[in-house]
T-cell receptor, first 118, second 111 residues
Framework: NAGVTQTPKFRILKIGQSMTLQCTQD?????MYWYRQDPGMGLKLIYY???????DKGEVPNGYNVSRSTTEDFPLRLELAAPSQTSVYFC?????????????????FGPGTRLTVL | EDQVTQSPEALRLQEGESSSLNCSYT??????LFWYRQDPGKGPEFLFT???AGEEKEKERLKATLTKKESFLHITAPKPEDSATYLC????????????FGEGTQLTVNP
């Protein structure tokens, strides 16, 4: 299994441009997540999805959009890039875990996309 | 609101010098506490999950413990390859699968 893959690895955008960050997982996980990590900081949740067709906002959703048409893919869309969106973006996935039912719910992360907005 | 605080922010050790990292948390009900390792330029790598106070888990030179208010990551006789940022995250009972991360402890082990 490749696990969680993200493209591109690096990208430079101009203010006002748009782009889509791609995320794919091959572990048949129900849950997928997008985080951003600013220098020296922890991860902040942007959006998450509990299954195909279902998405919800996290802690910092403004300026982003997501869709989940398949179990495997969870793209993140930036419509009007701003310098405040300069960050490293991580996609993650997890089982539909419930510890009480013997499930596992740790999240597995992709390698990240480093985005700079100038 | 869930809060996760990690200390220290940075820690420098000599090879073989054991120490502990701390993660204190405030949640209304803990579903799980997670430890991750993150190398520069890479995504976090899962280490441990702890579910209840008193639980301990070990992996090589690392041992994670959990109380009702905090977790410790003990590093015994560290090696330079243990150098990384260690992230703690909590999953609250009513937050579904979402995690709240601390800001991490940057560990450097000198040979």
């Amino acid at each position: 299994n490749a696990g969680v893959t993200q493209t591109p690895k690096f990208r430079i955008l101009k203010i006002g441009q748009s782009m889509t960050l791609q995320c794919t997982q091959d572990m048949n996980h129900n849950y997928m997540y997008w985080y951003r990590q600013d220098p020296g900081m922890g991860l902040k949740l942007i959006y998450y999805s509990v299954g195909a067709g279902i998405t919800d906002k996290g802690e910092v959703p403004n300026g982003y959009n997501v869709s989940r048409s398949t179990t495997e893919d969870f793209p993140l869309r930036l419509e009007l890039a701003a310098p405040s969106q300069t960050s490293v973006y991580f996609c993650a996935s997890s089982y539909r875990g419930n510890h009480g039912a013997g499930g596992r719910n740790e999240q597995f992360f992709g390698p990240g996309t480093r985005l700079t907005v100038l | 609101e869930d809060q996760v605080t990690q200390s220290p922010e940075a820690l420098r050790l000599q090879e073989g010098e054991s120490s502990s990292l701390n993660c204190s948390y405030t949640v209304s009900g803990l579903r799980g506490l997670f430890w991750y390792r993150q190398d520069p330029g890479k995504g976090p790598e899962f280490l441990f999950t702890l579910y209840s106070a008193g639980e301990e888990k070990e992996k090589e030179r690392l041992k994670a413990t959990l109380t009702k208010k905090e977790s410790f990551l003990h590093i015994t006789a560290p090696k330079p390859e243990d150098s990384a940022t260690y992230l703690c995250a909590v999953q609250e009972e009513t937050s579904g699968s979402r995690l709240t991360f601390g800001e991490g402890t940057q560990l450097t082990v000198n040979p």
